[in-house]
């Protein structure tokens, strides 16, 4: 088994999860935050559906240049999951598909000319699972805060007792 296929389980469960979740954003609140200095709901949202594409670029490409990047807008929750589809589905064909020295070469995330770090491309693919999750929870609590019923994730929510 490849070093990419080796993460498929996890990445897939990840993934049917964030589904789940995303599934559940109210476009008619996209604007809405829990404080002044959070991310708007529908912004929050759209990274959670870009992520997977990251996984993408980091093993097919050496780097990501955010200021080449397009900034957020407010997108209906439907939108969201067609893009949050199709970047999961890239993002196994990569895995799928990468060679196990693929995830030993060096990825950086820049900004312009600024390198704002490198990693290995597997501890890269890997961080992009755990930031996803991180913000997927991020996700959960808006839900919860706005009195939407948070799906199961890990084990029962206080909203759905199984699975």
């Given at each position: 088994m490849s070093?990419?296929q080796s993460?498929l389980?996890?990445?897939e469960q ?10 559940r954003?109210p476009?008619?609140?996209?604007q809405w935050?829990?404080?002044p200095?959070s991310f708007p709901?529908a912004?929050l949202?759209q990274?959670?559906?870009w992520?997977p ?9 050496d780097s990501l240049d ?5 900034g ?10 067609k893009?949050?589809?199709d970047?999961v589905?890239s993002?196994r064909?990569a895995?799928?598909?990468a ?5 030993g ?7 312009g000319?600024r390198v ?5 491309v597997g ?10 999750v ?6 959960a609590?808006?839900?919860r805060l ?11 929510s206080?909203?759905e007792?199984?699975?």
């Open positions: 070093i990419g993460l389980p996890e990445f990840e993934m049917a999860v964030t589904r789940r979740v995303l599934e954003v476009s008619d609140h996209g935050k829990p404080h200095k709901l912004h949202a990274l959670v559906s992520l594409g990251w996984i993408t670029n980091t093993l097919t490409t955010l200021s080449k990047a397009g957020y807008s407010y997108e209906a929750t439907d939108t969201l999951l893009g949050f589809d970047n589905r993002a064909e895995l799928s598909s060679r196990d020295d693929v995830f070469k060096a990825w950086s995330l820049k900004h000319d704002l770090f490198t990693a290995p501890v890269i693919a890997r961080n992009h699972i755990s930031h996803l991180h913000h997927r929870a991020q996700l609590m808006y839900l706005l009195d939407i019923p948070v799906p199961s994730m890990y084990g029962p206080a909203d007792r199984s699975f």
